[in-house]
């Protein structure tokens, strides 16, 4: 049988709670008491041992209830039980933990909290970071990526990413953008489908990744796709909270637990990746702080997500300084083209000191 370790309240009938641990299908190693006090009398006897951990457990079973664990208690027992790879079953629901797959090099994942929260930019800032003394690759996975894994040795241009977009393809998919902004090999990957603790229904990151080792590198890269993890074993992990985002709702307790950095409220300042010339109007997918810019800025659209309203913002400028999301070559680049107004990409540079943190997660080059 399943050796589990069980967890129990003081709000239950102690007998209760020893007849069900004896109908129930498991081995026990103890039981942990979570709370309450209401049917205790002295020293309870539940027939097995009264523990503080998970122990050598193989599974962790929530025999407890409301008062004493409502949904957001439960969804931090979830978490304990998912980071030490435990499944954790209750009456009526089972979470298992993600299935993370074998890597022989050393890497580094950068997940987050939901989408648009600044993970990207951090992958992004993370690899050419690395990049100054190591061989660095990236493999990022989208909701948006190509159906075989694909190589982007170099950055694409403009004009690749807009031939990219009347092609057929997703041109503003994550490694398009980490491979502009990092300059580094980025392999890109999809996926489909994102649980509750990050697992994904379907992808082919294992295939990117081993296009990865192929090329054997110092450091690999894997950046997460919204609050989806790579199914990677990876040697560290960062994890990005966005502004306003509870880091403690639902499972990001575990992501939490999984990770070695986290940087909540991550602050982002838009970065032209080349000199902006005239009147510029600006389409970010959320960014509005364009204080800092050294242009004549002439419209700031963060409609990059909405087709049809991005549409009515493509106001007549010099330059469009456009992030790499979205609609931003279909919609916002075409147009460019179409009226003879530059594009200028726009990098979202990590802003505070976390380097040291970030340094430390990869091996020292040799």
Known sequence: MTRAVALIDGEHYPPVVRDALRALPYEWVGAIMVGGTEKLRGDADYGVPLVEGFGDAEAVVDLSDEPVLGPAERMRWASRAL????PYIGADFRFDPPVFEPFEL?????????????????????ARLLARDRDVVV??????????????ATPPTIEDLVALSRAG???A????????????????CRRAGGGLAGAVFTSNVLEGARLAAERKPDVVVFDGSGAAIPPIDV????????????????????????SDVVIENAELRLRPTAPLEGRVAVFTAG????????????????????RELLRHDLVDADTYLVELKAA??????????????????AANDLVGDFDEQLLALAPVPA
């Open 83 to 86: 980071a030490a790879g435990l």
């Open 106 to 126: 050393p890497s580094i994942a950068v997940i987050g909290t939901g989408k648009r929260v600044g993970k990207t930019a951090v992958t992004a800032h993370l």
């Open 139 to 152: 493999v990022a996975m989208g909701r948006g990526g190509p159906p075989e894994p694909e190589v982007v």
């Open 169 to 171: 393809r997703h041109a």
């Open 173 to 188: 998919s994550d490694h398009l953008e980490i491979a502009v902004l990092s300059g580094v090999p980025t392999i890109g």
């Open 235 to 258: 040697g560290r992990r960062v994890l990005v909270v966005g502004r306003g985002q509870d880091a403690d709702r639902y499972l990001n307790p575990y992501r939490r637990l999984i």
């Open 287 to 306: 960014a509005t702080d364009v204080s800092h810019l050294d242009a004549d800025v002439v419209r700031v659209s963060t409609n990059l997500a909405d």
């Open 328 to 345: 931003a070559i279909d919609v916002v680049a075409e147009h460019a083209l179409a009226h003879g107004i530059r594009v200028v990409l």
